[in-house]
């Protein structure tokens, strides 16, 4: 049971970057999707999520507005749409999955994926 986040990379201040997860079996296709992220001294944090439905989804404040996530249940892949990136968004972005929406909102999931780099320069 893997999952797979790629899509980081350096972007510019007011750049775009498309993270995606995906899933090595489609049992994930049942369960809550969430990205978290961890700044460089910083601890972990709740950045969205989305039910196996693709609807309702839920997005930090922080990034409210500027980042989307996504579903595409025939890939079983999890996507994480960034817009008007900050250097504040400067992370390690991880996916993750579980089976309830308010525990992955918490930070307890049940699967992680590696992290995949992101950098926001100024």
């Known amino acids: 049971v893997q999952l797979q986040a790629f899509g980081g990379g350096l972007v510019r201040a007011g750049g775009s970057l498309r993270l995606s997860c995906a899933a090595s079996e489609r049992t994930f296709s049942s369960y809550v999707m969430a990205w978290f992220r961890q700044a460089p001294g910083k601890e972990r944090e709740f950045v969205a999520a989305?039910?196996?439905?693709?609807?309702?989804?839920y997005h930090a404040n922080a990034v409210k507005g500027r980042f989307t996530i996504s579903r595409d249940h025939a890939k079983i892949t999890v996507y994480l749409q960034m817009k008007s990136l900050k250097p504040e968004d400067t992370a390690v972005y991880y996916c993750?999955?579980?089976?309830?929406?308010?525990?992955?909102?918490?930070?307890?999931?049940?699967?992680w994926g590696q992290g995949t780099l992101v950098t926001v320069s100024s």
């Open positions: 989305v039910v196996w439905r693709g609807s309702p989804k």
């Open positions: 993750a999955a579980g089976d309830r929406m308010d525990d992955m909102m918490s930070g307890r999931a049940e699967y």
